[in-house]
């Protein structure tokens, strides 16, 4: 997995918003790019983060009307971040750490691009690697629950030896 790096797999470039668009237009750009989230603010800089969950959730489920609600009301939303030379386990560590899915990816500060859960786990590379990817992602201090027959959602962490035998982990 060292030899794999971010800026190998990252979105380049990142879909970014400025502050002053709406929710509404951040949605018609999510459905043109088929993306569920959009950096917001500007080309070398983000400062937030819009995600689809975040439209479902805070705008239409609180009843808000997105063509009056501006992006920067995300603005307060961490942002969180790893270098374009990160390797890709280094990018599961932060995603662990602060219990995300993307990142954005910084070049000497400045936005570079995007980098996905989904991402890191399609380019791992072989079964071993995606295995590490997953044990870094879930963390060794989380224990593992297995998914009972019966039951139908399960909870699932690192230290799993099949992780096929395991549901609910994201």
Do not use: W
């Not at 929710?23 to 790019?33: G, N, P, T």
């Not at 969180?80 to 500060?109: F, K, P, W, Y």
């Amino acid at each position: 997995m060292n030899q794999i790096k971010v800026r190998d797999i990252m979105t380049h470039p990142p879909v970014i918003m400025s502050p002053e668009k709406t929710v509404q237009d951040a949605a018609r750009l999510m459905k043109e790019y088929n993306c569920g989230a959009l950096l917001i603010g500007s080309s070398e800089h983000a400062q937030g983060i819009i995600t689809d969950r975040d439209i479902a959730v805070h705008i239409v489920a609180e009843g808000k009307d997105p063509a009056r609600t501006h992006l920067k009301a995300f603005l307060n939303k961490p942002l969180h971040s790893c270098d374009i030379h990160a390797t890709l386990e280094e990018a599961a560590e932060q995603m662990r750490t602060h219990e995300v899915r993307r990142l954005v990816v910084l070049n000497e500060g400045r936005t570079n691009g995007v980098i996905t859960l989904a991402t890191l786990l399609q380019h791992a590379g072989s079964q071993k690697l995606s295995d590490q990817v997953l044990h870094t992602l879930l963390g060794s201090s989380r224990k593992c629950h297995p998914v009972k027959k019966e039951a139908s959602m399960g909870t699932a962490g690192a230290g799993c030896e099949n992780y096929d035998d395991f549901e609910g982990v994201f």
